[in-house]
């Protein structure tokens, strides 16, 4: 891809862990890359990272639980056209543990808020800007489809993501916009340090590949969604997760 046909993506989450080589790769593919990102030190260390590199980004905050913000968003890159979204934000790290009875309330809603409704407030926002074609890969989770315990709350709210893919993509199919769902196995980032040492067992004694999973066997899965060559593609749930998962 050249500078005069360059396409912008936004990916959400991106200041670190599997959001910052998502936005990585994609840099690395020729886009110009939106790093949104709640944590400002965090999304302004990735975009500084990709123009370090050669690479095209910029940051902007955004809080996917608060609707000013993902407004704020949309504002900003109004006038500019938006080839894809990776709807990657949510809330992972330190989320599991309890079983479905346990969770509290506001712990359950808060969750939801980001992990479900925010893939959901930020395409809202940001299909105006949207080019036709274009692409939306919502990050998913293998967990939704192994019904791990004692994540009932997490689970809920990426089969949601799951669901949600798929009335996206029978709206928007019309107008030549894909939407697909990438659903990550255990990854070694950041986020996955404090799950539990059984979970990661569970991984290990299970994937066909025997190995840990790291950030970057999933970008590619990632940059193929987004590229011209899946343009018949939508409404599916790629699972990467080393065989963990077989559908």
Do not use: C
């Not at 089969?159 to 916009?177: F, K, N, Q, W, Y």
């Not at 987004?226 to 077989?246: C, D, H, K, P, W």
Request: aromatic share 6%; glycine share 10%; proline share 5%.
């Amino acid at each position: 891809m050249t500078d005069a046909v360059r396409r912008t993506v936004v990916v959400t989450g991106a200041g670190r862990g599997l959001g910052e080589a998502m936005a990585r790769r994609v840099a690395a593919d020729g886009y110009r890359v939106v790093v949104a990102e709640l944590n400002e030190q965090w999304g302004a260390r990735t975009a500084a990272a990709i123009r370090d590199a050669g690479g095209d980004a910029e940051f902007v905050p955004l809080d996917v639980a608060d609707p000013a913000s993902v407004e704020a968003l949309a504002a900003a890159l109004r006038g500019r056209p938006v080839w894809g979204l990776v709807n990657n934000a949510a809330l992972a790290n330190g989320v599991g543990g309890k079983y479905f009875h346990d969770i509290d309330v506001d712990v359950w809603d808060r969750l939801m808020t980001v992990n479900a409704r925010g893939p959901w407030l930020v395409a809202k926002h940001l299909l105006p800007l949207m080019e036709r074609p274009g692409r939306i890969v919502n990050i998913a989770s293998d967990a939704a489809l192994y019904g791990s315990p004692r994540l009932a709350h997490y689970i809920a709210s990426k089969g949601a993501v799951i669901s949600l893919t798929r009335a996206m993509a029978r709206e928007l199919g019309p107008e030549g916009i894909t939407v697909n769902a990438v659903a990550p196995g255990l990854t070694e980032v950041e986020a996955t340090q404090g799950v539990p040492a059984e979970r990661h067992a569970l991984y290990a004694d299970n994937r066909a590949i025997a190995r840990p999973q790291q950030p970057d066997d999933l970008v590619g899965v990632v940059s193929f969604v987004l590229g011209e060559e899946s343009r018949y593609l939508t409404g599916q749930v790629i699972a990467v997760n080393g065989g963990f998962t077989m559908h």
